[in-house]
Structure formats: C-alpha cells, structure tokens
Nanobody
C-alpha cells in the first residue's frame, strides 16, 4: 500500500518562501506522477502543480514562476518550492500520487487522476 506524507508547512510572512515535501512509502515515487493541490477555507480543492512519471512539470494558473515542483528519487520525495508567497496562498496543501501513466499532462490537474493522498499540511501567509 502506498502512503504519501506532506511536511514543511508553517507560518510565513508575505514575500517569504517555504518548501513542502512529499515523502512516499510502499512504492518508488519515480514510477508515479505526483501532484500538489490546495484548499483554502470555504473553497474547493485546487490544482497547484504536478511532476509526471515521464518528468514533465505542469502548474496551476498563475503559479508558474513562483512555485517549482521537483523530485529527488534517491530520497523518494517530491518537493514544492514556493517563493514570493502571498496571503492568497494560505491553504492546506495536499500531496497526491497517481499510478496511471497518461502522456498528456492535463490529466494531472484533475483530482480523480490520483490514487493516493496525504493528510495535508497547513500553509499560512501573513500580510
């Protein structure tokens, strides 16, 4: 059974940076596609970024340039580097892993593509 666990959330001032980690057990992350989603209070889950099984990165609208997703296969971990954070980035951030190997990256922005989900980590950006 695959488990993914997020870490690295916290409180940061606007303009600051955080790096979230998604560590996996039960399977090599390099064989999976990993996505990040976030949910602010009272809103739906939204796509943030994904790194696919074939090494492509894709980002949610207006996030590329501030957010970068990467993978360390040796540590079986995927990272989400978040820079120039804004109060609007405040949310619970979730990591998810998908076993299905789609060629098109568009599939990886959809929650129903993913098979395994973490419990989430809170990111709070103060103004």
């Amino acid at each position: 059974q695959v488990q993914v666990v997020e870490s690295g959330g916290g409180l940061v001032q606007a303009g600051g940076s955080l790096r979230l980690s998604c560590a996996a057990s039960g399977r090599t992350l390099g064989e999976l596609s990993v996505g990040w989603f976030r949910q602010a209070p009272g809103t739906e889950l939204k796509f943030v970024a994904a790194i696919t099984w074939h090494g492509r990165n894709t980002y949610g609208a207006s996030l590329q340039g501030r957010f970068t997703v990467s993978r360390d296969n040796g540590k079986n971990t995927v990272y989400l580097q978040m820079n120039s954070l804004e109060p609007e980035d405040t949310a619970v951030y979730y990591c998810a892993a998908a076993a299905t190997m789609y060629d098109a990256t568009t599939f990886y922005s959809k929650t129903n593509t993913y098979d395994y989900w973490g419990q989430g980590t809170q990111v709070t950006v103060s103004s």
